[in-house]
């Protein structure tokens, strides 16, 4: 298991600087998601994280991402499956689903610093959206550090060319 460990890491420290900001922000942004799938319906936290663990898998292997073509199929799912479950896409429920499957389509589609920076806010905003289930303790302290990754994310990605560290970022953040 050291071994697997080892390896990974190893292969981790030499993805480009872009696959490893990704791989970064899309953990975050599953930490984000993670307090609202108790009030997502199955489907749709099913296609956030299995869309979040494509994507990963894509800047893990370093390979393009999907066309157009196939993002407005997953578009066009989402809001389909989001108003068959409500009956609209109107609505504080509804509109929690939605920019949770935003948020995860967003991810498919980041291949500039402009497009990093909607999911960074959408990000934002999810965190925000949990409140609107909880405000327990636990929830908050899940946000808190939801808000610290992707601070550091946003400061990281505000870094010059190289490889900053994510402490050095996060002691910014």
């Known amino acids: 298991m050291a071994n697997r460990s080892v390896s990974l890491r190893q292969r981790l420290t030499k993805l480009p600087r872009e696959a490893r900001d990704t791989l970064f922000l899309l953990l975050v942004v599953s930490w984000v998601l993670m307090p609202l799938t108790a009030t997502l319906p199955l489907w749709a936290s099913a296609l956030a994280y299995g869309l979040l663990l494509w994507r990963a898998t894509l800047a893990f292997r370093q390979q393009p991402l999907p066309g157009r073509w196939t993002l407005a199929a997953l578009l066009v ?97």
């Not at 896409?89 to 980041?110: N, Q, R």
């Open 77 to 173: 799912l989402a809001v389909s499956s989001t108003a068959l479950s409500y009956k609209t896409i109107v609505g504080a429920d509804a509109g929690v689903t939605l920019i949770t499957m935003l948020l995860a389509l967003k991810t498919m589609e980041m291949r500039a610093r402009r497009d990093a920076m909607v999911v960074f806010f959408l990000g934002f905003f999810a965190l925000l959206a949990n409140f609107l289930h909880s405000q327990s303790l636990l929830t908050a302290l899940a946000i808190a550090i939801g808000l610290v990754g992707l601070l550091t994310a946003l400061v990281n990605a505000h870094m010059p060319v190289g490889q900053p560290s994510l402490r050095f970022a996060a002691g910014l953040s």
